[in-house]
């Protein structure tokens, strides 16, 4: 089973930028999709991104299509998540997320069965 630990998380204003990074251990990762979540204050822990395993295909929630790009790096097993024009509405704990092997990318939680601790991104207006 995929280990993974999320970084890259702080403080930012808005319209700025941050890249969160996902470093995952165990010899799947490679050949698992993966994806990224966020659960703000209150809410419900919500779909951002996903990506398959190759990296060929990548899903994104309207919330933030257009102004967030996930991609992988098989050698490094590592993912991440570019975030630009940056909201005050992105500020929450984000989560990355190991799905099934040979997967394409997926926003149902149900879906990914080993999750990280999180890394907050606050946004500030």
């Known amino acids: 089973q995929v280990q993974v630990v999320e970084s890259g998380g702080g403080l930012v204003q808005a319209g700025g930028s941050l890249r969160l990074s996902c470093a995952a251990s165990g010899r799947t990762f490679s050949t698992s999709a993966m994806g990224w979540f966020r659960q703000a204050p209150g809410k419900e822990r919500e779909f951002i991104a996903a990506i398959s395993w190759t990296g060929g295909s990548t899903k994104y929630s309207d919330s933030v299509n257009g102004r967030f790009a996930i991609s992988r790096d098989n050698a490094k097993n590592t993912m991440y998540l570019l975030m630009n024009r940056l909201k005050p509405e992105d500020t929450a704990v984000y989560y990355c997320?190991?799905?099934?092997?040979?997967?394409?990318?997926?926003?149902?939680?149900?879906?990914?069965?080993?999750w990280g601790q999180g890394t907050q991104v606050t946004v500030t207006s």
């Open positions: 997320a190991a799905g099934k092997p040979f997967g394409g990318p997926d926003y149902q939680k149900s879906q990914y069965n080993s």
